[in-house]
Each structure stands twice: as structure tokens, then as C-alpha cells.
């Protein structure tokens, strides 16, 4: 089993929160707009990260994290980038990857609206944790723990923090 600690759209800036929050997760994922090679370098002393750039993130954040990543967490297929869109409006990009993978958990960010969404259709769990950064249009900032066993994707907890 693993627990996962998901955030995005930092935009440079690292919550100190995650620490405490994310103390029990075995990795964390960002979903990009990390904002600056430090932050992730933070991250990644603290725990394990995977972590795709975005559409903000220069060129040195572009070189360490690539815009898709495709892996496996237990028996888990992920498909994790920064622009996704969700069911009935995917991404022309995005849902190519998706049709071409066919993975059970599609992870994005970018709109910094927090969406939990199962696409029958395509049988997948379409999870954007929203943003942490200070940078954007949400009013509430905010991050998700959740837990990947064996095929099993469960224990899914919206962690809200405060407005900007």
C-alpha cells in the first residue's frame, strides 16, 4: 500500500503545511506549475516526488520534470500531466495520452479548481487536486491524500487550507 500526498500549482510557493499534512504518505505527486527547481528539491528531501512541469515552470524546471509521466503505483496505471481537462472535456493532448495508455487514475492540474471524477466511459478516476500556491483565481487553497492498494484507489481526503 501507498499513500500519496497530491498537490499542484505551487507557483514557487511551499506550504509549509505539506510538511505536517503529508507526514504519513510514502510519496508526493505534483501535478505541475511548480514554479522553481528549489521548491521541488525541498519536496523531494522531505519525500519521494514525481512531478510534471507546466505551463508556467521555465525552461530548468522544464529539463528536470517531464509534461507527461506514465508509471505504475502498485497495480495502479497513472497518467500524470498539468493540462487534462476532465470527462466530457479532456484536452485534445491529454486524451490522446489517455486512449493511448488507458490508465485507472488520470492526475492533472492547471485549472486550480479541485475535481474528483469517475469517467465510466473510460473507467478511469480523474483526480486534480486543485492549487497551493498563493498565485491564481481559487479562493480556497488546497491539496488531496489518498491511498493506492494493490488496484485499489481509496482513503481519498480534500485537505483544505486557507484563502489566499
Same mark, same amino acid.
Given at each position: 500500500?501507498?499513500?500519496?500526498?497530491?498537490?499542484?500549482?505551487? =507557483?514557487?510557493?511551499?506550504? %509549509?503545511k505539506i510538511y505536517e499534512r503529508f *507526514?504519513?504518505?510514502?510519496?508526493?505527486?505534483?501535478?505541475?506549475?511548480?514554479g522553481c527547481l528549489s521548491l521541488a528539491d525541498n519536496l523531494k528531501q522531505f519525500k519521494p516526488l514525481r512531478a510534471v512541469s507546466g505551463n508556467i515552470d521555465g525552461y530548468d524546471v522544464r529539463l528536470a520534470y517531464p509534461k507527461v509521466q506514465m508509471f505504475e503505483c502498485e497495480q495502479v496505471k497513472v497518467l500524470m500531466t =498539468?493540462?487534462?481537462?476532465? %470527462?466530457?472535456?479532456?484536452?485534445?493532448? *491529454?486524451y490522446q495520452q489517455i486512449i493511448s495508455y488507458k490508465p485507472q487514475l488520470f492526475v492533472y492540474g492547471h485549472s486550480h479548481i479541485l475535481r474528483v471524477i469517475y469517467d465510466k466511459?473510460?473507467?478511469m478516476l480523474c483526480v486534480n487536486p486543485g492549487a497551493i500556491g498563493h498565485y491564481g483565481v481559487q479562493t480556497v487553497?488546497?491539496?488531496?491524500?489518498f491511498e493506492i492498494d494493490g488496484s485499489d484507489i481509496k482513503n481519498m481526503e480534500i485537505i483544505e487550507l486557507s484563502k489566499r
Open positions: 500500500m501507498k499513500k500519496i500526498g497530491l498537490i499542484s500549482d505551487t =507557483h514557487a510557493f511551499l506550504e %509549509p *507526514a504519513e504518505c510514502d510519496e508526493i505527486w505534483h501535478a505541475g506549475d511548480i =498539468h493540462i487534462g481537462g476532465f %470527462p466530457g472535456r479532456y484536452d485534445r493532448e *491529454a466511459n473510460l473507467d487553497r488546497t491539496m488531496l491524500r
